[in-house]
């Protein structure tokens, strides 16, 4: 049976994604950027992953293919960290506490090995999610 | 021969960095080499010259693809898709100059818009925050000449805001503070052991979403009250040592960012750090200030309050009464329940920085796209108009985090043809305004009664 944790998500901006985010959102060093998750070791090893890794990560409202990988800053056990966009937000609840800010840090969400599977590109994300995506061109 | 343009300012990060000396080629058209700027910065001018470029307003087709079509034509369709909505969502801002905000507030209120701007999903929650409990800040020119002890909390400017640390708050020498980092303390608070964290005196790990427990035993503390033996993960005596650094301080600065608007409690988190900041007052001297994000995103809260009195979250639908109340008149919230039917995107990316939920809410309707690049909104609209890149291009006033407001100028000419935010805003409206005119001649005409003829 595939093994599954439950961990506590955080998204935020690192300076990877900054950089890459200027260059352009459709450019490979913006997908190396944000397409990865980032865990305690203790975690990883809970769900027998090898470095680079695929995992599937789902909350309440989705689920994203993203790589794992081993951050420079590190976290407690049990707390998760996909940097900020686009592959982050398949996943951030959009509820808001009534401040119009949706739950960006501070969701649960639960990791499984995803072999098989690929990571899609952010085009293919964004345009697939509103029936837009016409394959690469 | 080169030339060299010294003092620019950096169109990135709320630090607003004015010292950068940009190389610009002979035929000012190429930028050479940018100095003084963080990685994130020297990307932004370097990629304003790069081939591939959208010169052209580009329109929807059936097919799915883009076509090229004038500014013109570009601008009528925006005025006629803001016009036939009857609740359109204008969003953004946070990478553009006050003159293009005001603007796009005269088209919002002619239009019947809601007008938001990227504090909704940023630093909205401290507005709420500040409009209860105050706002007791300062400048950084002020942390920079008197701080001695310096806090983040909840925020990571070895990322999010890369000079930070080295123009305002650990490393400068400052009239009062000669002796640089040697003479200062840092306490970073963070679930995570960033980068920030590394250069600090002390880090507390907190737990995530438990920042407003933390600040309740530091407050407890510093009225001189006992607390439990540990609080959000961090231990009494932890909590007890920070606490007698801030309060031997002869000037502190709190700096707090997206952990405390992010996670749960958001503008609690927010208000009872800024409650702490008060108490702190009462044995020596504190500031607080909120990290803002993007180069110009305290400037639409500016704009926007002297304009009609709201920071964010504006309804203007009925037009000149303009009404405020995040959590219904909040983009995230709007887009949820299907309450907008067309959203124009400005100076942010929607389609990367929402919740695909919002996203696909928001799609529904036309969408509308005002970026110098391609970005994910760009992507998925009926319309994506390509302006000059402030800053870069376009000169204009920008608000730094403290409020201070500086005269961004531009380095380079935009592409040919190219207008900036401002003027395009300027021609919607424009636009619009010939629109209603055209809808009231039809109306006065319809009125006439049937059977009467002109001069009877």
């Known amino acids: ?137 | 021969m080169p030339t060299k343009i010294e003092n620019v300012g950096c169109p990135y990060c709320g630090v607003c960095c004015d010292d950068l000396v940009v190389t610009v080629s002979d035929d000012g058209k190429k930028i050479l080499e940018v100095e003084n700027a963080c990685a994130i910065g020297n990307q932004i001018f370097h990629h304003a010259t790069t081939e591939g470029r959208i010169r052209l307003p580009r329109l929807r087709q059936p097919d799915g693809t883009y076509k090229d079509i004038s500014y013109d034509e570009a601008v009528d369709y925006a005025a006629k898709v803001l016009h036939n909505a009857k609740k359109p969502l204008i969003y953004g801002f946070g990478s553009t100059n006050c003159e293009g905000m005001a603007a796009a507030a005269k088209v919002a209120e002619k239009a019947g818009a809601v007008l938001d701007n990227c504090a909704s999903i940023c630093h909205g929650s401290s507005f709420l925050a500040i409009f209860d409990n105050g706002y007791p800040s300062c400048t950084l020119g002020e942390t920079k000449n008197r701080a001695d002890v310096i806090v983040y909390w909840g925020a990571n400017p070895a990322h999010a805001h890369p000079r930070h640390m080295s123009r305002y708050s650990i490393f400068p020498r400052g009239f009062f503070t000669g002796k640089g980092h040697k003479s200062r303390k840092i306490i970073v608070i963070d679930p995570r052991h960033t980068d920030t964290a590394q250069v600090a005196d002390i880090h507390l790990q907190v737990q995530q979403g438990h920042d407003y427990d933390l600040f309740d035993a530091f407050r407890t503390v510093v009225r001189g009250h006992d607390i439990p033996d540990v609080v959000a993960g961090i231990e009494k005596e932890k909590i007890i040592e920070a606490v007698e650094i801030m309060k031997k301080a002869r000037f502190g600065t709190i700096f707090y960012g997206m952990g405390l608007c992010h996670s749960d409690g958001r503008n609690h988190n927010v208000d009872i750090a800024i409650s702490l900041t008060r108490d702190l007052n009462d044995f020596t001297k504190w500031t607080i200030m909120a990290m803002r994000g993007h180069y110009n995103i305290t400037g639409p809260g500016a704009v926007w309050s002297w304009q009609y009195g709201f920071p964010y979250c504006l309804d203007l639908t009925k037009r000149d009464i303009a009404h405020m109340n995040p959590g219904e008149t909040s983009s995230i919230d709007l887009a949820m329940r299907d309450e907008v039917d067309a959203f124009v995107n400005i100076g942010t990316d929607a389609g990367a920085h929402f919740p695909i939920e919002a996203v696909k809410h928001l799609r529904k309707h036309p969408w509308i796209t005002i970026d110098p690049n391609i970005c994910m909104a760009s992507e998925i609209s009926d319309l994506h108009i390509p302006v000059g890149i402030v800053g870069v291009e376009v000169p204009g006033i920008v608000y730094r985090m403290d409020n201070v407001p500086i005269q961004y100028r531009k380095v380079i000419d935009p592409p040919e043809g190219v207008i900036s935010d401002e003027e395009l805003f300027e021609r919607i409206h424009k636009r619009l305004c010939e629109l209603e005119a055209e809808e009231t001649v039809k109306e006065h005409v319809k009125a006439a009664p049937v059977g009467v003829r002109a001069g009877e």
């Open chain 1, 1 to 137: 049976m595939a093994k599954k944790i439950t961990l506590n998500m955080i998204t935020q901006r690192s300076i990877e994604e900054g950089v890459a985010m200027e260059k352009g959102k459709t450019t490979p060093e913006y997908f190396e950027a944000c397409s990865i998750i980032e865990m305690h070791d203790d975690d990883v090893k809970a769900l027998g992953l090898v470095p680079n890794q695929l995992v599937k990560v789902t909350s309440e409202c989705g689920s994203v293919i993203v790589k794992t990988v081993k951050g420079r800053q590190s976290l407690y056990p049990g707390l998760a960290f996909i940097p900020q966009g686009v592959w982050a937000n398949q996943i951030v609840p959009p509820r808001t506490q009534a401040t119009g800010e949706p739950q960006y840090s501070g969701f649960p969400v639960t990791v499984e090995p995803a072999d098989g599977e690929r990571r899609k590109s952010a085009l293919e994300l964004v345009q697939g999610a509103v029936g837009m995506w016409r394959g690469e061109q």
